[in-house]
């Protein structure tokens, strides 16, 4: 088997045991209506990740903010990285792990949903978050790999992709994150048979 299937044959072993993981289904489900009712509460979802993460963030909050599969309203969702100018005056001036906290105690509120994304589960800058979101009354979800890392202690919804690789961690987490989108989108604005 060359290494192109290989990696597909990866990928695919990976959302199989997504698939039986009756835990992590029934954790996608919860974060789905967590995040409907914070929506239909007045509230907002933030994302947070690094790197491929943080791409990860960007699209699924766009994603809400934009359109799934059909027109209807926008909803409140944001990455919480995308002004470069406050990331690197906070990072430069208060340190890289308080960019998503400062940004959080400044535009989030009670209710709200921090979604935190990394492939290790030990980002600081989305621990320093979590702390906020802990104090202010904001709902966590997790999207980690296998061990859950350091978000795992932090409370909230954990849904941990069963691998410890991080392209695959990637690949499942950005399903995951389309699953949640549609699930939201389909309970707030039913179409019309």
Not at 30 to 50: D, P
Not at 112 to 134: C, M, P
């Amino acid at each position: 088997m060359n290494r192109i299937q290989e990696s597909i044959s990866q990928s695919i072993a990976v959302k199989q045991a997504i698939l039986v993981d009756a835990d992590l289904m029934d954790g996608v489900a919860r974060a789905a209506r967590l995040i409907e009712e914070s929506l239909r509460a007045g509230g907002k979802i933030h994302f947070c990740g690094n790197g491929g993460s943080a791409a990860d963030a960007q699209h699924l909050a766009a994603e809400l903010s934009g359109r799934f599969y059909y027109d209807r309203p926008p909803l409140n969702a944001e990455a919480l990285h995308c002004n470069t100018s406050y990331l690197t005056a906070v990072g430069n001036d208060y340190g890289y792990e308080y960019i998503f906290a400062r940004l959080l105690r400044g535009t989030a509120k009670r209710g709200d949903v921090l979604v935190g994304i990394s492939t290790s589960g030990n980002s600081r800058n989305i621990l320093e978050a979590y702390k906020v979101a802990d104090e202010m009354g904001i709902h966590i979800v997790s999207m980690t790999g296998a061990t859950g890392g350091k978000m795992k202690e932090c409370g909230g919804l954990l849904l941990n992709v069963p691998s410890t690789d991080t392209p695959r961690i990637q690949e499942s987490h950005i399903m995951l994150g389309h699953i949640i989108c549609e699930l939201v989108e389909s309970a707030m604005f039913p179409r019309k048979s």
